[in-house]
């Protein structure tokens, strides 16, 4: 029996329904982030202070003086580089003097502060792009060299080694979504604590900044389940394989 063969009689169909969910999940989530930023950016900050404004006061109160605010084209493209200590905000954060530019440059920031005083998740996590970038390159070409060897009926031994390799590879990918989530929840954390104690914003305004980083967080928790659920899955066609 094929190790294809395996997938969809011995596994049954469990792993494409959990995909399925997955997907459905992420795309349901997505959606509501969306909409509550959408929401949210209708309602102008009582301060009048713009994204880079907010950005560069929570720098300054932290004393980081060295890192830079940048304005980066596209949508929920806000980031931070610890590479070149930068704070890279999309147009409508940057020039943004709402609830939702409030939360998200001060988001942003606190991942710089997160830099500053060497957070041991965020170093993890930095340390790991590199291999993480080749194994996503990797992993459908491994993907696609089992299909092959299963399809000619080639050695068990050399579709178990590959085996092994896509379940390590996925564990990378997965091991880097959980270590996301501390560092995605302590950077909101900081930042919600920052503008609630300046009072960058009003009571109301806080309500939408942490309501609006709330469903962000969602996304990375929806990305690591998915993530552990592919993990699972290879296994279970590791052991269904070893038992033909």
């Known amino acids: 029996m094929s190790i294809l063969a395996i997938t969809y009689t011995q596994v049954h169909i469990w792993p494409m329904v959990i995909a399925a969910l997955f997907m459905g999940i992420s795309w349901l989530v997505g959606s509501r982030l969306k909409s509550k930023f959408a929401k949210y950016s209708k309602t102008s ?143 909101s954390k900081r930042a919600l604590a920052w503008i609630d104690k300046t009072g960058v914003v009003t009571k109301s305004e806080y309500a939408m900044s942490k309501d609006a980083l709330k469903w962000a967080a969602m996304t990375y928790l929806v990305a690591a389940l998915a993530a552990v659920s592919q993990v699972i899955y290879w296994i279970f066609v590791l052991l269904n394989s070893q038992r033909d």
């Open 45 to 187: 900050l009582q301060s009048g202070l713009s994204g880079k404004e907010i950005a560069e006061k929570m720098l300054a109160d932290h004393g980081l003086h060295d890192v830079k605010i940048i304005s980066v084209p596209g949508k929920l493209t806000d980031h931070y580089n610890p590479r070149d200590r930068s704070v890279n905000l999309s147009p409508e954060v940057y020039n943004g003097r709402n609830a939702a530019a409030a939360a998200v440059s001060a988001h942003e920031c606190g991942h710089a502060v997160q830099h500053a005083t060497a957070y041991a998740f965020l170093g993890f996590r930095s340390k790991m792009v590199p291999m993480l970038s080749l194994v996503s390159r990797v992993m459908p070409f491994l993907v696609l060299g089992l299909s092959i060897l299963s399809g000619i009926a080639y050695g068990q031994n050399a579709i178990n080694t590959i085996l092994y390799i896509i379940i390590a590879g996925n564990g990378a990918l997965a091991l880097f979504s959980l270590v996301t989530l501390p560092v995605e929840f302590d950077a």
